[in-house]
């Protein structure tokens, strides 16, 4: 079992950037394929981005493309969501989720994954 413990969410301005951080106790993290969803106000949850277990491998919403970077520290047993030029649609609760096992086809999928984190809250003002 693991647990996830999200940070560095916050409010910023549009096209600023904000770097936030999954912590992931218990051991065996690289066994992991890790990714992050959001749900913004009033919407359903979506993904954003997932990584493999040994980091190689990384998928994006089209919605981030390009704007955002997924990676992982297997030292350190988290993982990262790098955003940049962020825009107010970006504003939504972020959640970390881990699956154990490899990456599935369907990553964008939240019924593969395993565990869940708490989530951090992201606003982007215009």
């Known amino acids: 079992q693991v647990q996830l413990v999200e940070s560095g969410g916050g409010l910023v301005q549009a096209g600023g950037s904000l770097r936030l951080s999954c912590a992931a106790s218990?051991?065996?993290?690289?066994?992991?394929?890790m990714a992050w969803f959001r749900q913004g106000p009033g919407k359903e949850r979506e993904f954003v981005a997932a990584?493999?277990?040994?980091?190689?491998?990384?998928y994006y919403a089209d919605s981030v493309k390009g704007r955002f970077t997924i990676s992982r520290d297997s030292a350190k047993n988290t993982v990262y969501l790098q955003m940049n030029s962020l825009k107010p649609e970006d504003t939504a609760v972020y959640y970390c989720a881990a699956r154990y096992s490899q990456l599935p086809s369907n990553a964008a999928s939240g019924g593969q994954y395993d565990y869940w984190g708490q989530g951090t809250q992201v606003t982007v003002s215009s």
């Open positions: 990584i493999s277990r040994n980091g190689s491998s990384t």
């Open positions: 218990g051991r065996l993290f690289s066994l992991y394929a």
